[in-house]
């Protein structure tokens, strides 16, 4: 099993921009991209740099993923007396965007397609009162499909 916290802003993956094309002789293309300044590009790069550093090569077959998204605490809930623990965030950016980009950082390195995907845990939450921004991410061999059929 694989486990780490990587100290980062976590980004949802944006919609894709579209444009058309139309080359000299007539004929159009189309073609989907992400914007080059987009921070989340600089996201997948902070992901694939830290899972880099401790997994040497993709993982084969069936895959679990966990994914904690720590998102940065917002002033009014901020206190100064009382505790400040991990809050649920209940508003943008979309858990499902936020896995999309986190997978796709994934792809080719902690294994070879995300289709290897089977079993997925994730959540979003503020961090604590101390606690900086980040993701967490734990990444395993999956060996049977108990969470798929409702037992545990």
């Keep these: 099993m694989i486990a780490l916290r990587i100290p980062t802003i976590p980004i949802a993956q944006p919609r894709q921009r579209t444009t058309i094309r139309t080359t000299r ?6 073609g989907n ?17 830290a ?4 997994l040497s090569a993709p993982l084969e077959g069936p895959v679990a993923l966990r994914v904690v998204f720590v998102l940065p605490r917002p002033k009014r809930l901020i206190w100064k007396r009382r ?3 991990r809050v649920p965030h209940t508003s943008r950016p979309d858990l499902d965007n936020l896995v999309k980009s986190t ?8 294994w070879r ?40």
């Design 33 to 49: 991209y992400t914007p080059a300044n987009h921070p989340v590009r600089q996201f997948k790069a902070d992901v694939r740099a």
């Design 103 to 110: 997978k796709d950082a994934l792809n080719g390195l902690a």
């Design 51 to 54: 899972v880099s550093r401790v």
């Design 83 to 85: 505790e400040m623990p």
């Design 113 to 152: 397609d995300d289709s290897q995907v089977v079993e997925l845990s994730a959540g979003k939450c503020y961090a604590s009162g101390n606690e900086l921004p980040g993701v967490e991410i734990a990444i395993e061999i999956a060996h049977d499909c108990t969470l798929l059929r409702g037992e545990e």
């Design 25 to 30: 002789d007539g004929k159009i293309f189309t």
